[in-house]
């Protein structure tokens, strides 16, 4: 991961909106990127449509190559890219501005930090039609929140079983029947559940392992134990994550679907390349969108 992808994964939470950048970004922009942008703000549209609309007009160069001539195009071929010395800086010191990728050397986008910057400044700017219809109704956004190292510390299990169960079930601690339930709540989690059932139409969303038959029971009776009125009727166990619909899912792993959830994944943990590391940040987050 390059040191700007980096970087943008640990900003990218500002609060950055479309006002922000016109006021505050002006110096990095084109006149017809400043004009592009204004037309954006005035038209609501859904969530999809208003971040493509702010990716064209920030950051088209990423389409640069679609007009290429034939010359253009060869050039591109042999890792040059064909556009102007001038252009080139100016384009890449405002991706630095924004902490989104610089353009690779034959001028192509490197990977998607231009659209998780959009959809990021969309969901600030607070003008996109399905949340526009959440207001007109009075109805929440939707969160689901995993379990296992997100609800629950799953660590804490393991310190409770046998040492015999574990040589026994080396590599496959998840199958120790009951384990699920020895569980405690992960620091903060009861509390920043309860906030999110405030402030959004809250769910679980969590997978048990398919070998392990006691683990299906042993969520519900945790979720019973420590979320008895909060989250009634609200647990879901899937293998399949990425079928539900909603618009944040609280998840510290890719799989099982996460991954491809059509909403914001919300990547928690405190380690790796996970961009909330623990219940404050998550928080602190979902208070700018609420």
Same mark, same amino acid.
């Given at each position: 991961?390059?040191?700007?992808?980096?970087?943008?994964?640990?900003?990218?939470?500002?609060?950055?909106?479309?006002?922000?950048?016109?006021?505050?970004? =002006?110096?990095?922009?084109?006149?017809?990127?400043?004009?592009?942008?204004?037309?954006?703000?005035?038209?609501?549209?859904?969530?999809?449509?208003?971040?493509?609309?702010?990716?064209?007009?920030?950051? +088209?160069?990423?389409?640069?190559?679609?007009?290429?001539?034939?010359?253009?195009?060869?050039?591109?071929?042999?890792?040059?890219?064909?556009?102007? =010395?001038?252009?080139?800086?100016?384009?890449?010191?405002?991706?630095?501005? @924004?902490?989104?990728?610089?353009?690779?050397?034959?001028?192509?986008?490197?990977?998607?930090?231009?659209?998780?910057?959009?959809?990021?400044?969309?969901?600030?700017?607070?003008?996109?039609?399905?949340?526009?219809?959440?207001?007109?109704?009075?109805?929440? =956004?939707?969160?689901?929140?995993?379990?296992?190292?997100?609800?629950?510390?799953?660590?804490?299990?393991?310190?409770?079983?046998?040492?015999?169960?574990?040589?026994?079930?080396?590599?496959?601690?998840?199958?120790?029947?009951?384990?699920? @339930?020895?569980?405690?709540?992960?620091?903060?989690?009861?509390?920043?559940?309860?906030?999110?059932?405030?402030? @959004?139409?809250?769910?679980?969303?969590?997978? +048990?392992? $398919?070998?392990?038959?006691?683990? $299906?029971?042993?969520?519900?009776? $945790?979720?019973?134990?420590?979320?008895?009125?909060?989250?009634?009727?609200?647990?879901?166990?899937?293998?399949n994550k990425h079928l539900v619909h909603g618009d944040f899912l609280i998840d510290d792993r890719t799989a099982n679907g996460a991954g491809k959830f059509l909403g914001k994944h919300i990547h928690f943990g405190p380690k790796g390349d996970k961009d909330f590391a623990?219940?404050?940040?998550?928080?602190?987050?979902?208070?700018?969108?609420?």
């Amino acid at each position: 991961m390059t040191q700007l992808l980096i970087k943008f994964k640990n900003v990218f939470m500002t609060a950055l909106t479309i006002g922000k950048i016109l006021n505050d970004y =002006q110096g990095f922009l084109m006149d017809y990127e400043v004009e592009q942008l204004r037309k954006v703000q005035r038209t609501p549209s859904d969530f999809t449509t208003q971040v493509k609309a702010i990716q064209l007009a920030l950051f +088209a160069e990423e389409w640069d190559f679609m007009g290429d001539s034939g010359a253009d195009s060869k050039d591109r071929s042999r890792g040059i890219n064909p556009m102007n =010395q001038e252009y080139i800086d100016r384009v890449n010191k405002k991706r630095e501005a @924004f902490s989104v990728s610089l353009l690779s050397e034959d001028g192509y986008s490197t990977d998607n930090s231009s659209d998780l910057f959009c959809e990021e400044v969309v969901r600030h700017t607070k003008n996109y039609k399905e949340l526009l219809e959440h207001k007109k109704n009075k109805t929440k =956004q939707t969160v689901f929140v995993d379990m296992d190292n997100v609800l629950v510390n799953f660590k804490s299990g393991i310190d409770k079983i046998s040492e015999e169960d574990k040589l026994k079930y080396e590599g496959d601690l998840d199958e120790v029947p009951g384990i699920f @339930f020895l569980m405690e709540p992960y620091d903060g989690a009861i509390e920043g559940y309860k906030w999110l059932c405030k402030n @959004f139409d809250t769910y679980i969303l969590s997978t +048990a392992p $398919w070998d392990n038959p006691s683990a $299906w029971q042993d969520k519900l009776l $945790w979720v019973k134990k420590y979320l008895p009125d909060e989250a009634y009727k609200r647990l879901i166990l899937s293998h399949n994550k990425h079928l539900v619909h909603g618009d944040f899912l609280i998840d510290d792993r890719t799989a099982n679907g996460a991954g491809k959830f059509l909403g914001k994944h919300i990547h928690f943990g405190p380690k790796g390349d996970k961009d909330f590391a623990d219940w404050k940040a998550v928080i602190a987050y979902l208070k700018n969108l609420t």
